[in-house]
């Protein structure tokens, strides 16, 4: 798009002092945040309304974004949720019969600062070589130095209550009457007889775990993420799902605590943050990642038969493989550093993905992960 479509000069700047110059195409002002990269080629609505990426400000690595537009159909929450956005070039039309708004105007009327003319190739080998870092992005005529300053002075992740801000406040059930989520195949209740019931702890849920686990006939009732192991039980569940979410897991020590006691009487899946937080309910540790595994190429092996399956990945902390306990077996490992993707419980009827089996707009490869938890809770 040619640069009189855009509103003012823009800059990122970076806390180690590296600047990048584009232009504003979203909300103008200044934010900072982490910044990080995802290469997926698509699905960057999806990005944006991911709560994972709550309190960071995110680069699309692929060159061209926009192209598709904005639809109602493609959110993974009811509003963008990243602090900034940072793209190198924005389409100059949006062709879709789904879009209802192009990319600008979605990112200029949800408030969220945006430049685009970044060499984000750049910028991401910067990010692979020199680590995670905090940014400022700056649409409003900031300085330079007063960003930098600014970047340098923001808190990091591991400082922020990020969960609390994207956990529902009350107890709901997700699509009780299955209009949402019939796209996706045969409901529970076409199935015949009782829905199982599944209590799943929101952490900053995506809005397609819900979907599909809703579409594999059982009843999904949200709780928020401080709920007690006592009030989830009072629910009588037949299963317990721990979502995604941002942020540090390790602080999120209360979480934990419930986690150790449901895992002693219900079958329990997790997911990403869910994931992080079973491991360390058994014992584990959990580390920050040098720049996180974001995009929807990721390779794992599932240890268990070989298979390579590419997944969608979301996340800037790991399970520490050292000093796992005994009773946890890994299940599936990430190819391209070797870490942690999956585990169980060698007794319990426990398992978490590190990927993302929901992934939307894909790979659908690790699509049956839910099939398999709903067939476990079955029994």
Request: net charge negative; charged share 20%.
């Amino acid at each position: 798009m040619p640069a009189s479509s855009f509103q003012s000069d823009a800059f990122l700047a970076l806390e180690d002092g590296r600047i990048f110059h584009g232009f504003s195409i979203g909300a103008l002002g200044n934010t900072v945040g982490e910044i990080c990269f995802n290469t997926s080629m698509s699905g960057y609505q999806e990005v944006l309304t991911d709560p994972s990426y709550r309190g960071q400000i995110v680069t699309m690595t692929y060159p061209l974004i926009g192209n598709y537009g904005t639809g109602l159909e493609d959110v993974e929450s009811d509003h963008p949720q990243v602090n900034g956005f940072v793209i190198e070039e924005l389409s100059r039309v949006d062709s879709s019969w789904r879009s209802s708004e192009d990319l600008q105007a979605y990112l200029g009327s949800h408030g969220i600062p945006a430049i685009c003319g970044i060499d984000t190739r750049s910028l991401t080998r910067h990010l692979r070589t020199q680590g995670a870092m905090r940014a400022c992005l700056c649409t409003d005529g900031s300085d330079e130095v007063s960003a930098v300053a600014r970047a340098k002075g923001a808190p990091r992740l591991e400082e922020l209550d990020l969960v609390s801000e994207v956990s529902t406040k009350k107890t709901y059930e997700w699509d009780p009457e299955c209009k949402e989520s019939i796209q996706y195949g045969m409901t529970g209740r076409s199935r015949g007889g009782r829905e199982p019931v599944v209590v799943l702890y929101d952490f900053g849920v995506k809005r397609n775990i819900l979907r599909i686990l809703r579409s594999h006939g059982v009843r999904v009732i949200v709780v928020p993420f401080k709920t007690s192991a006592e009030e989830a039980l009072a629910l009588n569940p037949d299963g317990i799902f721990l979502s995604n979410g941002p942020g540090d897991p390790a602080v999120l020590t209360q979480v934990h605590e419930t986690a150790r006691r449901l895992v002693e009487v219900k079958p329990v899946f997790g997911i990403c943050l869910g994931h992080q937080i079973l491991s360390l309910a058994f014992g584990a540790s959990t580390f920050k990642l040098k720049f996180g595994h974001r995009g929807a190429n990721q390779p794992v092996q599932d240890l268990r038969t070989g298979r390579v399956l590419i997944t969608s990945q979301n996340h800037g902390y790991a399970v520490q493989e050292e000093g796992l306990p005994s009773d946890l077996e890994i299940t599936h490992r990430h190819l391209n550093d070797g870490t942690v993707a999956g585990i169980r419980h060698r007794d319990k009827n426990v398992t978490a993905v590190q990927f993302h089996p929901e992934a939307s707009p894909g790979p659908h490869d690790s699509a049956p992960f839910f099939e398999e938890f709903v067939t476990a809770i079955r029994g």
